[in-house]
Every structure is written in C-alpha cells, then in structure tokens.
C-alpha cells in the first residue's frame, strides 16, 4: 500500500534554531515529492523535488530528494515565530489505471517559540 | 486574481440532509481536487478531475460525489451526510502539462458539522 510518512510529528524550538523534517514514502510509480505549509487556513506550496540530489532553496528553508533511499528533508534555517505551521509532505504517483495518485503524509507541527 | 475560492466556509448539517460544496478557481487549471482534513490523518483525496467533464475516484470517495460542469467550478456533493463526513474539506486546482500536474492551489476550506 502506498503511504508517506513524516517525522517528527511535533517539534517545539526556539527562534534562531534550525530545524530538519523528514518524510519518507513507499509508492509505485513515483513522479514528484512535494512540500506545503499550512498555517491556519489552506496549504500554501513551499517546493516540488523530482529529481535526486539538487537542492531547491527560498530563503532560510531548503529541500532537496533521495529518490533511491525514499526520503526528503526539509530544512528550516534561523527559525522564525512565523515558521510555526504544519509542513506536509505529498507524493504524486502515477495510479494504477488512468489517473495519478496524491499522497499527503499526515504533517509536522512546528512551533517556535521566542 | 481570486485563486480558489470554496463556498460555503461553515455548514452545519443534520445526519441524513444533503448539500453541495462549490469550489472555482480563476487560473485555467486542468487539474481540481477535493480532500477532506481530519485530525491526525492529513489531507485524504475524496475525488479528483483532469479537465471539464471527467471525474475520478481518489482514495476516499464512498458517501461523495462530484461534477466539473464548466472547467473553473468543481462541485463535491453529499447525498446523506453521516456523522463520519465532519470534516474540513479543501478545494485544489493545479496547472497541468500533458499527463504532468505541478504543485496545487488551495482553497481556505470548508468546515462541515454533521449531527
């Protein structure tokens, strides 16, 4: 069964500290990773990584792909209060018959605290 | 530009009533999306469609249905909403090339209540 599992699923630091989420993922068929943060309301796109090995970079936050381990990390540099957010990690997969699969694991609450 | 746009934003619902959610978005995508938000178990994929006129299954689709009558409206239905069905549900568009979709637009949500 295809699943994207994110870790940890809660973290609390202080502003300035830098911080590394994971997410993990087993599916057939993979096409893209992708990061979002969401805040209150809707998830707002952070990065889409298809390719192993090359950085995407804004800002203090940086993501980069390991297609052969399964893995993505998202890192956060010099945290901010305004960093605290869910960050959700999805995988798009080509489906078994004619449409594509997405795949949200369940997020990482981060706060961040003065 | 709008983006995405869902109505309503709050309904409250008795166990057996139906009602619709409308979602539009004015960036020409292909690609539109309903999940709903439970917590604890992320954004789940009710229904999905690739262009006017086609509607597919996502990964939680029992109990929902869904029309794209005119490419920008995508219409999540619930014919008897059950207790199981409260929820937050977000609307998504994204930008498609071929078969290749990129990253989604996201509505604010829709918070339903059923009692």
């Known amino acids: 069964e295809d699943k994207v599992v994110q870790s940890p699923l809660s973290l609390v630091v202080h502003e300035g500290d830098t911080v590394t989420l994971n997410c993990s993922y087993e599916?057939?068929?993979?096409?893209?990773l992708l990061w979002y943060k969401q805040e209150k309301k809707a998830p707002t796109f952070l990065f889409m990584l298809t390719s192993s090995g090359i950085e995407k970079k804004s800002g203090r936050l940086s993501s980069i792909l390991d297609k052969k381990e399964l893995f993505s990390i998202l890192n956060i540099t010099a945290t901010q209060t305004g960093d605290s957010a869910v960050y959700l990690c999805?995988?798009?997969?080509?489906?078994?018959?004619?449409?594509?699969?997405?795949?949200f694991g369940p997020g990482t609450s981060l706060s961040v605290i003065p | 530009n709008a983006g995405v746009t869902q109505t309503p934003k709050f309904r409250v619902l008795k166990t057996g009533q139906s009602m619709t959610l409308l979602c539009a978005q004015d960036?020409?995508?292909?690609?539109m999306y309903w999940y709903r938000q439970d917590p604890g178990m992320g954004l789940r994929l009710i229904h999905y469609?690739?262009?006017?006129?086609?509607?597919a299954k996502g990964e939680v689709p029992d109990g929902y249905n869904v029309s794209r009558l005119k490419k920008q409206n995508f219409l999540l239905g619930l014919e008897s909403a059950a207790p199981s069905q409260t929820s937050v549900y977000f609307c998504?568009?994204?930008?498609?090339?071929?078969?290749?979709?990129?990253?989604?637009?996201f509505g604010p949500g829709t918070r339903l209540t059923v009692t």
């Open positions: 599916v057939t068929n993979f096409r893209s």
């Open positions: 998504a568009s994204s930008y498609s090339l071929g078969t290749f979709s990129y990253e989604q637009y």
């Open positions: 469609s690739v262009g006017e006129g086609t509607t």
């Open positions: 960036m020409n995508h292909e690609y």
């Open positions: 999805a995988v798009e997969a080509d489906g078994k018959t004619s449409y594509d699969k997405v795949i």
